[in-house]
């Protein structure tokens, strides 16, 4: 049996995306971050989604909300005896005063498909699971792919000590969200799925940039994700009078922070694939009338190339020692674990090229200067990732953030030809 996307699930997508929206932190806006009520509820949202789509749904230790598509009766099985699982999804938490689309377009789609695919009575030859993962943007614990680096396995147990802006811990968060295991180790890490069990992990999300947008092109396959690091940085210096202490006996943490700021944007400035931000720069306690005694920011840095992104960390880290000694200060480096560039793989971007050429349209390859879910998930099994048109210039992490029904469209056409006639990997 054949089907395809009724010409109105486009708009589906999009009504989905703004009910989900309601669920947010702040008044005004689209905040949400990990385990607040307003994540919760979201979740539960999704869930309920799942399910209506014809998914059995579990939610696991870190909160993914997982919903699994079943295979055909007839599908393969593999050596224990059960269908093997092709992985999609995205992430469900937003950045503050974010957009709507960014990590939930690629959760809303799979389950509107799935949806179509269950009234039109098809299964798969493998099971099909759609992961909404519960925490990506590192905006409550400053830690991103949480979630992902559960399901993959990588956890951190050091993170569970780690504390929000209240200090709350992220195990105290776990276990007052009343998610299976209470935050306990053993949970989180039971948690993992087998690779043996995966056929691949595929990511449908916004573009977040404008190059789809000046090509003319709704659609585009990812070739490879930039690895990201971040750090918080902590300079201490000490608090004295604004009116009495002269320029040159000055201890000013912030005056030092900011030029460790520039310091950042001067030498990820020297490549075109390094990129650097410092998205939070704080003076605790501070007073106008008050030299700072303390500034905290965060770094942001990304190449498409490991080796270089490594190489302005060093520099950077050194220059930020040389400024806090010459300035007087200490500085403090806190490096978050970094995710390394993760290629999509060559047979899965075949498989999409195809779709799109069968349909008339480029296969336009670009890579990803955002981290995705999909980095964590290609540390156990091979993915592979599907841009949509970002309207609005490309503006993503921001209310602006747009698609537009026909792009929703297209994808989950694009998506619906990719699942019916995907071939898993050739073992060698």
């Not at 200090?167 to 043996?196: I, S």
């Not at 490309?394 to 995907?422: C, K, M, Y």
Request: aromatic share 4%; proline share 5%.
């Amino acid at each position: 049996m054949q089907t395809s996307p009724t010409s109105s699930l486009g708009q589906t997508i999009l009504d989905h995306a703004a009910s989900l929206a309601r669920f947010s932190d702040m008044e005004g806006g689209l905040t949400c971050a990990f385990l607040t009520p307003a994540h919760r509820a979201a979740a539960a949202e999704l869930a309920q989604r799942m399910r209506d789509a014809g998914m059995q749904v579990r939610v696991d230790a870190i909160g993914n909300v997982i919903g699994r598509y079943a295979a055909a009766g007839d599908a393969p099985l593999d050596p224990k005896g059960q269908p093997r699982v092709l992985m999609t999804g995205s992430h469900f938490d937003t950045v503050r005063n974010g957009g709507r689309y960014d990590g939930r377009l690629g959760i809303l789609l799979p389950i509107a498909v799935v949806a179509e695919l269950n009234r039109a009575g098809v299964r798969l030859p493998y099971h099909l699971d759609v992961v909404a993962f519960a925490e990506e943007e590192g905006l409550r614990f400053k830690t991103s792919f949480l979630a992902s680096s559960v399901l993959a396995g990588r956890f951190n147990p050091d993170l569970l000590a780690r504390t929000d802006a209240d200090g709350v811990t992220l195990a105290q968060a776990l276990a007052d969200a009343k998610l299976a295991g209470g935050g306990e180790l053993a949970a989180l890490q039971a948690a993992a799925v087998d690779p043996a069990t995966l056929l691949g992990f595929v990511e449908v999300h916004i573009e977040q940039g404008p190059v789809l947008l000046h090509h003319e092109l709704p659609l585009g396959i990812v070739t490879q994700i930039a690895g990201s690091s971040r750090f918080q940085v902590r300079v201490t210096g000490l608090a004295s009078h604004a009116g009495t202490t002269p320029m040159t006996m000055r201890k000013d943490a912030a005056a030092a922070a900011a030029e460790m700021v520039l310091l950042v944007e001067s030498r990820c400035g020297q490549a075109p694939t390094l990129v650097g931000t410092v998205g939070q720069f704080t003076v605790p306690d501070g007073s106008s009338n008050v030299i700072p005694a303390a500034c905290h920011f965060s770094m942001d840095i990304r190449a498409g190339d490991d080796a270089l992104r490594e190489a302005a960390i060093a520099d950077i880290v050194a220059g930020i020692e040389a400024i806090a000694q010459r300035r007087g200060v200490r500085a403090e480096v806190e490096r978050v674990p970094p995710v390394n560039n993760a290629p999509c793989a060559s047979w899965l971007r075949d498989q999409f090229a195809a779709v799109l050429t069968k349909r008339g349209l480029p296969a336009f390859e670009l890579p990803s200067g955002a981290g995705h879910d999909a980095m964590m998930m290609h540390r156990i099994t091979d993915v592979a990732m599907l841009f949509v048109r970002c309207g609005n210039g490309g503006i993503s992490h921001n209310p602006l953030e747009t698609i537009t029904a026909e792009d929703a469209q297209l994808a989950a056409e694009v998506f619906v030809d990719f699942l019916r006639h995907f071939r898993p990997k050739q073992e060698d």
